[in-house]
């Protein structure tokens, strides 16, 4: 039996084809997640209505109860800013800001964060109007491949709004819940450094 086959007794793949589940969004803003008809999945599910402020907008959605945060980002409000790395909180990809506190996002439900300010990487500035830490960023080159970047930076927001690191050591040790596999950490370090600095200046 091959890869893409889940039936021994019949070598049929009951699973839809790839591009019926996950074409790629033409824009961001316009994904839908797969629905579970795609998936040969009839049984109703029975959906919560939450409301989330993101990014300063009114959201609300109609949501499976397990769906966490970070999906209901990605897949339902269309913003891919928000990387899943782990899934699992190892990581910190998917730092994003809850009323100005950064939590990681695939470890919180949806449902649980009702009501809430929600604050990812889209949020905190724009193309043409960036905010400090991701001005520092691109000053300090402290990215390669960038997956980690949006968390880096989210991450980094609530360090600032917290207040509480002000030297290197104190920065790498509340840093340390987001990882970097490039291993940009000295030039991450450089640019969160700087923009402390500004602000206790
Ligand atoms: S994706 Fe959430 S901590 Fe890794
Ligand atoms: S820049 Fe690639 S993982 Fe951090």
Known sequence: ????????????????????????PAAFGKYRAPTRAAFGLTSPVETSSVHLTINGQPREFHLAPWTTLLDALRLYAGLMGTKKGCDHGQCGACTVLVNGTRINS???????QQGQQITTIEGLGTATSLSALQQAFIDHDAFQCGYC????????????????????????????????????YVNILAAVKEVVDAQTA
Request: glycine letters at 8%; a negative charge; charged letters at 20%.
């Open 1 to 24: 039996m091959n890869d893409d086959q889940d039936s021994p007794s019949t070598g049929q793949s009951t699973l839809p084809a790839a591009s019926e589940i996950t074409a790629a």
């Open 106 to 112: 695939c470890l919180t439900l949806a449902v649980m």
């Open 149 to 184: 970047t949006p968390g880096q930076i989210c991450s980094a927001q609530g360090l600032l709004y917290e207040g509480k690191a002000h030297t290197e050591d104190e920065i790498r040790e509340q840093m340390s819940g987001n990882l970097c596999r490039c291993g940009a």
